[in-house]
């Protein structure tokens, strides 16, 4: 699976971005989507991940109630709702597909990474 992310930009505080990541390959229907996150100077942090059939999600302790992943397999993309943006939300933002179908949150545990959309959220 390719993977190509978009949707990125510059917001202030409390305002909303949605993400999209574009996969290409027919297994995109089968396997888990997942958005990892990467600050200047730390780790890539696991973000949420949704089941293959769009069924089933699991978010970070940090974007629990403020973003929702989906998914449409008839476009072969993932989207990632961001509401309530934080500055510490700002981050380089990254789509990746996982291994299995299954809820999956270790970067290990992807296959597939998409090039990152930058996101910036002013204070």
């Known amino acids: 699976v390719q993977l190509q992310a978009s949707g990125g930009g510059l917001v202030q505080a409390g305002d909303s971005l949605r993400l999209s990541c574009a996969a290409s390959?027919?297994?995109?229907?089968?396997?888990?989507m997942a958005w990892f996150r990467q600050a200047p100077g730390k780790e890539r942090e696991f973000v949420a991940v949704?089941?293959?059939?769009?069924?089933?999600?699991y978010y970070a302790d940090s974007v629990k109630g403020r973003f929702t992943i989906s998914r449409d397999n008839a476009k072969n993309t993932v989207y990632l709702q961001m509401n309530s943006l934080r500055p510490e939300d700002t981050a380089v933002y990254y789509c990746?597909?996982?291994?299995?179908?299954?809820?999956?949150?270790?970067?290990?545990?992807?296959?597939?990474w998409g090039k990152g959309t930058q996101v910036t959220v002013s204070s």
């Open positions: 990746a597909a996982g291994r299995i179908k299954w809820l999956v949150t270790r970067t290990s545990d992807m296959d597939s």
């Open positions: 390959g027919r297994t995109f229907s089968s396997v888990a």
């Open positions: 949704i089941n293959w059939d769009g069924s089933s999600t």
